[in-house]
Structure formats: structure tokens, C-alpha cells
């Protein structure tokens, strides 16, 4: 049976932050390193603030990445969000939606698992970002619909949903 884990002195040298660092630097990006395995960024969005958040395991070779919305939800309305995260999770193929609930954030989650070498190319760790913030952009609607436009989970995934075809 092999193992998933390193022993220490052998990853030391692999971090992928660093590859993770090259990609903010190129956009522009401000950035803080708290340390060896974790790193947190704000991009600017469409629709507003983005919280990025880089975490490697090198335990078990796994970048972590998190994206949240620069949105507050109360007590309250966190019924409603569930069903929405539901709703949202339903329309994705790889990462989910998810709470921070002492927050009050919602946020996109999602993690590569990398192989022995922890071999992982920029492509790689741009995509994880794309689709990151793809996702965020275009469920922010839904979001607001729900939280402060009084629709149900229902209608606002339906109207975020909603493409329009041509250009007016």
C-alpha cells in the first residue's frame, strides 16, 4: 500500500505557493504571505471585492483555494442561502460552494490533490483562479436576488441563470 504523505524533509523545497505568488505578481494583484503555507489576495471583481486564499497541505499534497464574496449575510437569511448554495452546487463540475458561517461569507472551494513530485504547472493554478472567479461572477446575481432582492432560492438561480442572446 503506498502512502499519501511526505515525510517533511522531502517537501520542503516543493511549495507551490511560490508558482501561486508569480501568477498574483503578473496580474497586479496585492497580496499577503502568512507564512510558508498560506496566502491571501484581493481582486478586484465585476461585481465586487474578491477574498482569495491559498492554503498548501504538504502533509498530503493538496493546494487548497478558497474565494469569497465581499458579502455579509445575516442569521437570518441563512436558510434560504443553503437552498441556494444547493441550487448553485448543482450547476458545477469541480469545486463547491460553501459558508464561513462565523463570517458570515460565502465562498468557492475547491483543492488539487498533486502527485509524488508535487509537480503542478502555472496553467494548473491559473485555472484553479479562473475557474474560481468565474463561477463567482456569474452567481453573484443570484446572490444579491436572494439576499436583498427577496426572491427565493428558486427564482434568483433562475434569474442568474438566465442568458441572454446578441447584444442590445
Not at 14 to 34: A, C, F, G, H, T
Not at 54 to 64: K, L
Not at 69 to 84: N, Q
Request: glycine content about 6%; some cysteine; overall charge negative.
Amino acid at each position: 500500500m503506498t502512502t499519501l504523505y511526505l515525510p517533511h524533509d522531502e517537501i520542503d523545497d516543493r511549495n507551490p505557493l511560490d508558482k501561486v505568488e508569480n501568477i498574483i505578481s503578473d496580474n497586479d494583484w496585492s497580496y499577503e504571505r502568512q507564512g510558508n503555507n498560506e496566502l491571501t489576495v484581493g481582486v478586484e471583481g465585476n461585481w465586487c471585492q474578491y477574498h482569495m486564499w491559498f492554503s498548501w497541505r504538504p502533509d498530503i499534497r493538496a493546494i487548497h483555494f478558497s474565494c469569497a464574496y465581499d458579502v455579509k449575510i445575516s442569521e437570518k437569511k441563512y436558510a434560504s442561502i443553503y437552498e441556494l448554495l444547493a441550487r448553485m452546487n448543482e450547476q458545477l463540475f469541480v469545486g463547491h460552494f460553501d459558508t464561513w458561517r462565523e463570517e458570515g461569507l460565502i465562498l468557492f472551494r475547491h483543492a488539487l490533490l498533486l502527485n509524488e513530485n508535487c509537480d503542478v504547472s502555472d496553467a494548473q493554478l491559473q485555472g484553479l483562479v479562473d475557474i474560481g472567479m468565474g463561477v463567482l461572477e456569474k452567481f453573484y446575481p443570484a446572490i444579491q436576488f436572494c439576499v436583498w432582492g427577496g426572491k427565493t432560492p428558486e427564482e434568483a438561480i433562475d434569474a442568474a441563470m438566465f442568458e441572454t442572446m446578441g447584444e442590445a
